[in-house]
């Protein structure tokens, strides 16, 4: 080689001007922040449980101070007291005249209870099922011990109502002024991206009004009319079990299992006449919520599929415990609502993108 040939010197692997060392330090940040992200999730999923809590409570009081605001032509902030007055009323109103008597059926009910599942056990071992009752007793006890390692804390009295105060003073700041909080998460995101958060909060806000509606339309239905039939017919603890079913219709699918567990063992002590009453009583009462209420309210807003709110239940419930429960449908409904709105929005620009050389 002569001296008067240049030498053309290429960047090292300890020059971070190199174009190969520029992408690999950007996969790597990409992984990076992600394993920091599934760091933060696991660590803060209590607090994250807790505003998404706090986000459906300001849902529904959004919906009910929009829904007043049709026939009383007031200011927001008084529809909203009075939404809050009158949740506050009627549960003060139904403890007030139901709290001793529901107290005492409590107490009875988990007698009843445990001498059921003692009689189921006994009579399953006379089929030749191996499982004692003490057995059926003790895997009850565990599934409740083991949900929700995350969210221990809540599981103590103090640790729930502090939860719940929590939740329902940040739903009520947030139902007050919602389009505040939203105008400030869009002041993080990019100018080209705000239009496309605009639309998708507005849907998922209104996908998630017509998904709570009808929850509190069936949880109306189920606990009145439970209660009602079941006290035409004399069962046990009527009262009781209308609002254990109403409560409980607001979780899908399991909701309706732990209901229809409880209405059946309570029923039987009556006598066989008295459960299988009980019986019909609990599916006429599923069949007028599954197949009038629910596609007439939610269904048309958000069509879940039974397997999946139930895969969804079962994951957030062993992850979050009963607060991830709760809030399992309606995070797969806002989840469902993002994934639409993106590929409409994908699918926009592509379609875009392709009329663009027919135009020129």
Do not use: C
Not at 118 to 146: C, E, F, N, Y
Not at 290 to 301: F, N
């Amino acid at each position: 080689m002569s001296e008067t040939q240049q030498h053309v010197e290429e960047p090292g692997p300890s020059e971070v001007r190199s174009p190969l060392i520029q992408q690999e330090l950007k996969r790597a940040g990409v992984w990076l922040a992600l394993a920091v992200a599934i760091a933060l999730v696991v660590v803060l999923a209590q607090p994250l449980m807790l505003i998404i809590g706090a986000l459906v409570l300001a849902t529904m009081m959004d919906g009910g101070t929009r829904l007043l605001g049709r026939v009383l032509p007031i200011s927001r902030g008084w529809r909203l007291t009075i939404v809050l007055l009158s949740a506050v009323a009627f549960l003060a109103w139904t403890f007030y005249l139901t709290g001793s008597s529901l107290a005492a059926q409590a107490q009875a009910m988990r007698t009843i209870v445990e001498a059921q599942v003692m009689r189921v056990g006994g009579w399953a071992q006379q089929l030749g099922i191996s499982a004692t009752p003490d057995d059926l007793k003790g895997l009850a006890q565990q599934a409740m011990s083991s949900m929700g390692r995350v969210t221990a804390a809540v599981g103590t009295a103090v640790g729930a109502i502090t939860s719940a105060v929590m939740m329902l003073v940040l739903g009520i700041f947030i139902a007050t002024e919602p389009q505040l909080y939203e105008r400030g998460v869009a002041w993080m995101l990019p100018m080209e991206k705000r239009s496309h958060f605009y639309q998708v909060a507005q849907k998922m806000g209104w996908t998630l009004r017509r998904l709570m509606f009808g929850r509190i339309i069936g949880m109306s239905v189920e606990g009145v009319g439970t209660w009602l039939l079941l006290w035409v017919g004399g069962v046990p603890m009527a009262g009781l079990l209308g609002i254990l079913t109403g409560l409980l219709a607001f979780l899908p699918n399991i909701g309706a299992i732990v209901s229809g567990v409880l209405i059946v063992l309570v029923g039987f002590s009556g006598g066989t006449d008295t459960g299988l009453y009980a019986v019909g009583v609990y599916l006429a009462v599923q069949i007028i919520d599954g197949y009038l209420i629910v596609p007439m309210v939610a269904k048309r807003a958000v069509d879940l599929a039974p397997a999946l709110v139930l895969a969804a239940q079962i994951l957030f419930g062993a992850l979050f415990g009963i607060i991830g429960l709760f809030l399992a449908d309606p995070i797969v409904a806002m989840i469902k609502v993002y994934l639409e709105e993106r590929s409409k929005a994908l699918k926009a620009k592509n379609d875009a993108r392709l009329m663009r050389p027919a135009d020129s």
